[in-house]
């Protein structure tokens, strides 16, 4: 297993991050503690939970199978969602991220989270009063480092100065949807976490299972995770179908799985940290740590980027022109 600092800290990650959003939902708690055995087995030591997933269960169970290890593990778990029909039951005011914390060290047993993050962006709240309040959980020990998700750029980039300009523990970590079929953050938000520091764990990397294999057209099962309340519309302007007979014929010429081949690709995009894996049981894990060992060749690589990139949109399209021209012009000093 390979381990990478989680943007600027001195904090080692392992590559591979196992997702629990399963746990305690189609994962029970026997089938958990296998899936988290096998995961110290192989050397991951990064686990990311939220307080949403199965109702919190999945940072109940978490925390139960976790106890002996959890000096040499990092622990991950997310705030926003609805907590409950009150109106300060979600959202990141500092009342409820407070609250949040609280709840989630509960259901964890544990003192301390290493990473902290807003499971979204709350633009009803202060900018301001958020970072205070997760500065303050970092004051007093409760939580290590803190983090953001499915954030824009410039809203990023906002908290990024705030916490730089008050003084306050700044987001470290991006969690952004980025796959083969998803890479939309290629044009801004790669670009600024890179320029800033900022760690990237890339959540549903195999696009909630369609980068398996499993599924071909509109062939799709109504218990997938693919049809789950929530998700969001997938690729919608790429070719799915090309990408997809692309990463079988990769995978096939490397005797390996497409899984593989898809976790492979977004664990060496330039600025990425880690990638978050799901599993309902052992041997779904064990087909996406076969991504561990993998390496991917550069005609492979150029291959899958070809198929799978987005067309440049103004301003990201006229930049890189420019850039490109220029590289053009140096060369021919």
């Known amino acids: ?35 988290f055995d096998r995961c110290i087995e192989k050397g991951v030591n ?36 609805p907590q409950g029909p ?22 964890l047993d544990t003192d ?55 003084g306050l523990a700044r987001y470290d970590c991006l969690q952004p949807l980025y796959n083969l079929i998803e890479r939309g953050v290629d044009q801004e938000l790669l670009p600024l976490c890179r320029d800033k520091g900022v760690g990237v ?12 294999g499993k599924y071909r057209g509109d062939d799709v099962p109504e218990d997938a995770r693919l049809n789950q309340p929530g998700r969001p519309p997938m690729g919608a302007t790429v070719d799915r179908e090309a990408i997809l007979d ?26 990425l940290t880690s990638a978050i894996v799901g599993a309902r049981n052992v041997e779904q894990l064990d087909d996406n740590l076969g991504a561990v060992d993998l390496e991917l060749e550069g005609d492979a690589w150029k291959e899958l980027d070809r198929v799978s990139r987005l067309p440049l949109t103004y301003p990201s399209g006229l930049v890189m022109m420019m850039q490109r021209r220029r590289q053009a012009q140096s060369a021919q000093q």
């Open 1 to 35: 297993m390979k381990y990478t600092r989680l943007g600027r800290t001195g904090l080692q990650v392992s590559e591979v991050c196992m997702g629990t959003m399963t746990f305690g939902g189609v994962t029970d708690e026997s089938e958990a503690q296998k899936i």
């Open 46 to 81: 990064f686990f990311d939970s939220a307080n949403v997933y199965t109702g919190g269960q999945s940072e109940t169970i978490l925390g139960k199978i976790m106890k002996e290890h959890r000096k040499d593990l990092v622990i991950a778990t997310k705030v926003f969602n």
């Open 86 to 107: 009150g109106p300060n039951d979600m959202g990141l005011s500092r009342k409820h991220i407070i609250q949040a914390c609280e709840d989630s060290l509960r259901r």
């Open 112 to 166: 301390y989270i290493d990473l902290y993050q807003v499971h979204a962006d709350d633009n009803n709240t202060p900018l301001e009063e958020t970072l205070r309040a997760l500065d303050q959980l970092v004051r007093d020990g409760k939580v290590r480092y803190i983090g953001a998700s499915n954030h824009t750029a410039w809203r990023l980039s906002d908290a990024l100065w705030t916490s730089e300009t008050r």
């Open 201 to 212: 764990i890339a959540w549903s990397p195999l696009a909630s299972g369609w980068l398996t």
């Open 246 to 271: 692309t990463l079988i014929k990769i995978a096939d010429g490397l005797g390996t799985t497409p899984a593989a081949v898809a976790l492979r690709w977004v664990m060496n995009q330039d600025g």
